[in-house]
């Protein structure tokens, strides 16, 4: 049972990451855009979950992309 909670501390750590980026771009609290993402998966069966993974993706992709580099010597 001890497995189960390191596993959801780690996916709540690394995973809600996702929605608070999200709200902080709309100006809204983390727990609506978390809540919206599941009831989304529940009305439209995997949808929301879909949608998620692939923000996730995006936001990760965007990050490598767009990192800031310290001088133009970097490249």
Avoid: E, H, N, P
């Avoid at 608070?20 to 855009?33: H, N």
């Avoid at 995997?46 to 998620?52: C, E, I, K, P, W």
């Amino acid at each position: 049972m001890k497995w189960f909670y390191k596993m959801l501390y780690y996916s709540q750590k690394r995973g809600y990451y996702v929605c608070q980026r999200i709200a902080d771009r709309l100006g809204i609290r983390a727990k609506v855009v978390r809540t919206t993402f599941m009831y989304l998966t529940f009305v439209t069966l995997g949808f929301g979950f879909t949608l998620y993974l692939f923000f996730a993706f995006w936001m990760r992709i965007k990050d490598i992309v767009y990192t800031k580099r310290s001088s133009v010597f970097d490249l």
